[in-house]
């Protein structure tokens, strides 16, 4: 396959309004389309892709994401500096995220590990 790259990530939540809340409020993301009513998907832009907030009507109930399934392990979004860093690790730690805030990976790439509100693993990565 010859490709320039990725256009879209669909991401499946239990939630769609906790999600928007999530991805939109905390995290910052541009919500650039809505439709919460028969489709039931958000969607934002981090550079070029284009990431889809999905909720499916045939999600079991009670359904977690393991990274340890077949499928995705993580999203991982690059910062932009150190100081990018510290930031949002001081906003996910006063919402009460699940965070060890900045960690330093064996590569010396200092990142943020937590999760979203359906167990999700996000990253935020200083290359």
Do not use: C
Not at 25 to 33: A, S, W
Not at 51 to 66: I, L
Not at 97 to 119: C, H, L, M, Q, S
């Amino acid at each position: 396959m010859n490709t320039p790259g990725l256009h879209h990530i669909n991401v499946t939540v239990s939630d769609l309004k906790q999600a928007k809340a999530f991805y939109g409020d905390l995290l910052g993301f541009k919500i650039n389309d809505e439709y919460m009513e028969e489709y039931k998907f958000i969607s934002f832009s981090v550079g070029t892709v284009d990431v889809y907030v999905m909720q499916h009507a045939s999600t079991p109930a009670g359904d977690r994401f393991s990274e340890f399934r077949i499928g995705l392990d993580h999203l991982s979004f690059v910062a932009p500096s150190e100081e990018a860093l510290n930031e949002l690790a001081n906003k996910l730690l006063a919402a009460g995220v699940d965070t060890k805030g900045v960690e330093t990976f064996v590569t010396g790439n200092k990142y943020i590990a937590f999760r979203d509100p359906d167990n999700i693993q996000l990253e935020y990565w200083l290359p």
